[in-house]
DNA sequence: TCAAAAATCACCCGTTTGGGTGATACCCCA
DNA sequence: TGGGGTATCACCCAAACGGGTGATTTTTGA
């Protein structure tokens, strides 16, 4: 028996999958969640074989969730399932710890299939999704940003001039400026307004639209 | 028995959808469609009292869907359930025909709710889209960007400084930043970092990541 | 038709930014 | 034990930026 958390911050499609994974005799959803939080709890809590996870979440996106859950267990598989087949998730997805990504376009009979290969240790990864990983392999960037450097970035995007941010975090500008140096670096950018981009392009920085 | 055509591109959600509307006794699913085209001749032919169509399909948007449809007969009740609320979507969808309309973030209970309201003759918004109409409506007078000013932001957006955007444009930085000033007031933000950031999370500005 | 908006540019001026080149101190891990 | 990354700060400087004020021409709309 597959043991299976699902999740995805819109219930018609959560539970329209519980429902329809319900067929499947071999297989039993233990836990569903509808944000990132939730996620990390249930999986946590009950240690399934594979989870589904939308990727866009909210609170916490599907990549962090990823993160905290194998910080503590490594034997839960990930199978991510997003309408986005953008190539800038693929890779963060599966460095983050994914095994799977199909998109939600695939039929009911691929996913089942996926899950199955999945909890039998194999790595279902969609045609059109490996052809995007190998086109975006050869420009892999992966530096990571500090802890402090995503401080910094977030209040970046929220506007901030470097004394404002300065004021926020209790820092000098110095040193505001120093991390944004850095920061620029790594996401390999000339000026603020394009590491704004960036970050809320690829994602990196979770859009907050409370305005 | 309400008579019901389920129209979405992902198998994952229009089967989870027919699965889950299975379960209400009063209702029947007798037909779907993954394309704008096939639903137009699934409602057609069903004549269904309710059709859950999802806007954003392939070959024949939602709204297409709708026109084509109510040319040639009027008593099929249209609920538009889609990802989106941007306000964008909402008026046109309404004029085109629409009675309802539900994001894909609504509960199962709403959902079956709203079939029923539809089917009665009702007209559920659900209170954020309302909202949102309400908010476009008065909000419809402020501050849209003028072509020129869409220009410049793209490119902004871009990342590109003054300079590049005078080059791009065939203009003087002068010019630029005349029309930065406008943006910046029209959009109510005080750098260009902050205007990048409400472009994007806005949808302004297009996400576009093809680098 | 006539005013309002949009689009184009110029000049000034103070502030912010980004890029250097340093320094100190901490922690991890090899 | 020592190197590498992180975090903290300082100083300098040129370039870019943002806010004014004001001008002309074209387009638009009431």
Same mark, same amino acid.
């Not at 819109?10 to 329209?16: A, D, I, Q, T």
């Not at 071999?26 to 249930?42: K, L, P």
């Not at 905290?68 to 693929?90: C, G, N, S």
């Not at 299939?113 to 420009?139: F, H, N, Q």
């Given at each position: ?43 946590l809590e009950q240690q399934p074989d594979v989870v ?19 910080? +503590? ?80 970035? +977030? ?21 505001? +400026?120093?991390?944004l140096s850095h920061i620029f670096s790594k996401l ?24």
């Amino acid at each position: 028996m597959i043991r299976l958390v699902v999740v995805d911050d819109h219930p018609v499609v959560r539970h329209g999958l519980v429902s329809m994974l319900s067929y499947e005799s071999d297989m039993q959803v233990v836990g569903e969640a509808g944000d990132g939080a939730e996620a990390v709890r249930v999986i946590l809590e009950q240690q399934p074989d594979v989870v589904l996870l939308d990727l866009r979440l909210p609170q916490l996106s599907g990549i962090e969730v990823m993160k905290q859950v194998r910080a +503590k267990q490594t034997d839960t598989r990930f199978l991510v399932l997003t309408t986005y087949d953008a190539d800038e998730y693929i890779v963060p997805a599966l460095s983050a710890g994914a095994q799977g990504y199909l998109l939600k376009d695939t039929t009911p009979e691929e996913l089942t299939r996926a899950i199955r290969a999945l909890a039998a240790g194999g790595s279902p990864l969609e045609p059109a999704v490996a052809a995007k990983l190998l086109t975006s392999m050869k420009e892999s960037d992966d530096d990571e940003l500090s802890a402090r450097e995503m401080d910094v970035l +977030k209040l970046l995007v929220a506007g901030a001039s470097n004394k404002m941010i300065a004021a926020q975090l209790n820092l000098s500008e110095n040193t505001v +400026k120093s991390h944004l140096s850095h920061i620029f670096s790594k996401l390999q950018v000339q000026s603020r307004a394009e590491a704004v981009a960036v970050a809320l392009q690829r994602g990196i920085v979770p859009m907050d639209r409370s305005t």
